[in-house]
Structures are given as structure tokens and as C-alpha cells.
T-cell receptor, first 117, second 109 residues
Framework: DTGVSQDPRHKITKRGQNVTFRCDPISEHNRLYWYRQTLGQGPEFLTYFQNEAQLEKSRLLSDRFSAERPKGSFSTLEIQRTEQGDSAMYLC???????????????FGQGTRLTVV | QKEVEQNSGPLSVPEGAIASLNCTYSDRGSQSFFWYRQYSGKSPELIMFIYSNGDKEDGRFTAQLNKASQYVSLLIRDSQPSDSATYLCASGSQGNLIFGKGTKLSVKP
């Protein structure tokens, strides 16, 4: 399968613990996005990378959230000191960004459902 | 604040009818527009994208874009019960994609 892959699919953690999620994009895609989605809402932008560079981070994202894409391939999203409000589906998407053009189609992984108890 | 607005629905149509889903966006700099389908508990699945004013058809789906009115729509012809899902509209320029909250579509047999 050459789609976007996320791991784990589900994570239950106690409040205050740290969690880390992984995303493997479609291999030729240079852009990688992280979104968060809660029930009844659309995906909320968190951050995105072009290759290994983090180009934008949502102002809504607290300092407890950090993302990396060290070699321009897979990415990790870490949440420190989790809170119950962090419970959501965390979605990763990737796309191919041709130089000097505009957003092309982004494809999502299956998501990681986080529950903070 | 860049926003994408959608009627949350639910939109209910009988099987075989045309479903019309609408979306407006606030950023005049947006250049690309996407429709995703999301089944309950699943991740969004891309069904259509459109970059130019006018209509774009793909099977039973037609996307329509009017940049002057900042309006995007999705028509689903011959609606099937399997089309019952939430439809997300997204816009982008050169950065991140901005999503609406989605419209829930229910197709009744």
C-alpha cells in the first residue's frame, strides 16, 4: 500500500502523559500536514512541512505540541502533558507541491484517535 | 481570519435525486478547492478538486467554482444510499488547506 500511513490508530493515555504519533506520507510527496478533528467539526490545521522545513504552525497550537520531519520523509507529532481537551482524531495528509504553483490534492491517512482519560 | 463556510445540514435527499452541496470562502487569494467525503469514524477521502472557474465533472460528481462570488459547490447526480456521509469543502492558496465544518448528507432509499 502506497497511501499515507499513521501509527498508532488508537491511543488511550492518562492526563499528564506525553504521546507521540507517526505519519508516513506517500513517498514522492514533499508536503506533509497535520490536522486535528473533533466530533462535528472539520479538520483544524495544526502545522505543515515542505520537505524537512516546518513552514507554518497554527497560532492555536500550544507549546505542548511539537512536530518534526527530520529527513523530509516521515513526521512525528508529540503532545506533552496531555489534557482531556486534547482528545481528538489527529490526521496527517500529504501532497505534492510543484515549485511556484499552488496547493494540489492532499491525501489523508487513517488518523490516530487519541483519548485522554 | 481565513474561513470556509458550509451549511452543516443534515441535507436529506431521496435515492436517485441530485444532491447539491455549497461552500463559501473568505480568502480571495485561494486558488485551489477540494471536496472530501468523510464517513463516520473514518478519515476524509478526496473526491473532487477544482482550480478554474466553471464546472468540472467526474462521473456522478460535478464541482462548480465561481471565484467572483467566492463560492464552490458539489453536485451529486443519481444519489445513492452509499453517498450518505459528511462532505468537507477545503480551500488553499500556497499554504495550508482550510476546511469547512462539513455538510452531512443523508440519501434515503
Amino acid at each position: 500500500d502506497t497511501g499515507v500511513s499513521q501509527d498508532p490508530r488508537h491511543k488511550i493515555t492518562k492526563r499528564g502523559q506525553n504521546v507521540t504519533f507517526r505519519c508516513d506520507p506517500i513517498s514522492e510527496h514533499n508536503r506533509l500536514y497535520w490536522y486535528r478533528q473533533t466530533l462535528g467539526q472539520g479538520p483544524e490545521f495544526l502545522t505543515y512541512f515542505q520537505n524537512e522545513a516546518q513552514l507554518e504552525k497554527s497560532r492555536l497550537l500550544s507549546d505542548r505540541f511539537s512536530a518534526e520531519r527530520p529527513k523530509g520523509s516521515f513526521s512525528t507529532l508529540e503532545i506533552q502533558r496531555t489534557e482531556q481537551g486534547d482528545s481528538a482524531m489527529y490526521l496527517c495528509a500529504s501532497s505534492l507541491w510543484p515549485t511556484g504553483y499552488m496547493n494540489t490534492e492532499a491525501f489523508f491517512g487513517q488518523g490516530t484517535r487519541l483519548t485522554v482519560v | 481570519q481565513k474561513e470556509v463556510e458550509q451549511n452543516s445540514g443534515p441535507l436529506s435527499v431521496p435515492e436517485g435525486a441530485i444532491a447539491s452541496l455549497n461552500c463559501t470562502y473568505s480568502d480571495r487569494g485561494s486558488q485551489s478547492f477540494f471536496w472530501y467525503r468523510q464517513y463516520s469514524g473514518k478519515s476524509p477521502e478526496l473526491i473532487m478538486f477544482i482550480y478554474s472557474n466553471g464546472d468540472k465533472e467526474d462521473g456522478r460528481f460535478t464541482a462548480q467554482l465561481n471565484k467572483a462570488s467566492q463560492y464552490v459547490s458539489l453536485l451529486i447526480r443519481d444519489s445513492q444510499p452509499s453517498d450518505s456521509a459528511t462532505y468537507l469543502c477545503a480551500s488553499g492558496s500556497q499554504g495550508n488547506l482550510i476546511f469547512g465544518k462539513g455538510t452531512k448528507l443523508s440519501v434515503k432509499p
